[in-house]
């Protein structure tokens, strides 16, 4: 009895007899060595045309967004601060009424080394819509405030977050502090925003930094239906002696600082924006 051809599927030979399909019979291939199938494998990586799809283009988002802010923070610190500002833990979180803040002492190690790291957050929700250059303003902002904590004069025990000494280095990076964001307003007080002085260093240090094709990627998703309702405007009184702040619902209402016993004028919004103003 005639013993059986093994037959390799993947390399049938076939032979057309009219309808009909004859199976012919082909001798077994030798089975590679584990050197061969290396060899193979390493020719297949070297076409570009396989390195190209296999090749990870893309970082992780969180490299992607968080490394952006760290090497604005670098380049600024480098520009602007001569490279002596310490390094800090930059994080995005969505703390409201405020585009970014500045927190001594925050993390420490967990080797209980006594060593503690600093921290600077920054709001995303604050800057839908808006420019990179006008986002990194913020984190400028707030490396004011780690400058101050780093080199500034000892402060008081109720100092003011935002008083004379931060507001003139603010100024002199090119960052107008104001407390309504736009002209006229106030350079010092509780709660402060502050607007792109053009021309000053600031804005020579982004368009620098823009130049090396750095940019932001992401930005806050605008949730409908995700707000809650708006509250009723206040009014904020300031007594121009000790700072005192005071919201009333009223916009002319009679408010006055016992401790001082002068009148606490309300705050007037700008009449203008910078923009408008640099017309």
């Known amino acids: 009895m005639a013993k059986k051809q093994n037959l390799k599927r993947s390399t049938v030979r076939t032979k057309k007899l009219g ?18 199938l290396l060899d193979a494998a390493s020719e297949l990586l070297d076409d570009p045309a396989i390195s190209a799809l296999t090749e990870k283009t893309d970082a992780p988002i969180t490299v992607a967004e968080y490394s952006g802010f760290q090497q604005a923070f ?9 490279g002596m500002l310490q390094n800090v833990i930059i994080l995005l979180q969505r703390r409201a009424h405020s585009g970014g803040h500045f927190s001594p002492d925050r993390f420490t190690y967990r080797i209980h080394n006594g060593v503690r790291e600093h921290e600077l957050s920054l709001n995303p929700d604050a800057w839908v819509g808006r420019t990179d250059e006008w986002i990194i303003s913020v984190l400028l902002h707030e490396m004011c405030h780690l400058w101050q904590h780093q080199f500034g004069k000892k402060q008081r025990k109720n100092y003011s977050y935002h008083d004379k000494e931060w507001a003139m280095r603010m100024e002199s990076l090119g960052l107008m ?7 006229g307003g106030k350079r010092t007080g509780q709660q402060m925003q502050h607007f792109v002085i053009p021309g000053g260093a600031y804005q020579q240090a982004f368009t620098a930094l823009a130049a090396g094709g750095w940019e932001l990627k992401l930005e806050s998703t605008i949730i409908a239906g995700a707000d809650k309702k708006p509250k009723k405007d206040k009014t904020k009184y300031t007594c121009p002696s000790c700072g005192l ?24 919004p700008a009449v203008q924006s910078y923009d408008q103003a640099a017309e």
């Open 19 to 36: 309808n009909r399909v004859k199976v012919l019979p082909v001798e077994k291939a030798d089975k590679p060595s584990i050197d061969e």
């Open 74 to 82: 670098d380049f600024l610190n480098a520009k602007l601060f001569d």
């Open 177 to 183: 502090p104001s407390n309504t964001g736009a002209v």
């Open 245 to 268: 702040n005071m919201w009333a619902n009223i916009p002319d209402a009679d408010i006055s600082c016992n401790s001082c016993r002068c009148v606490m004028p309300a705050e007037r």
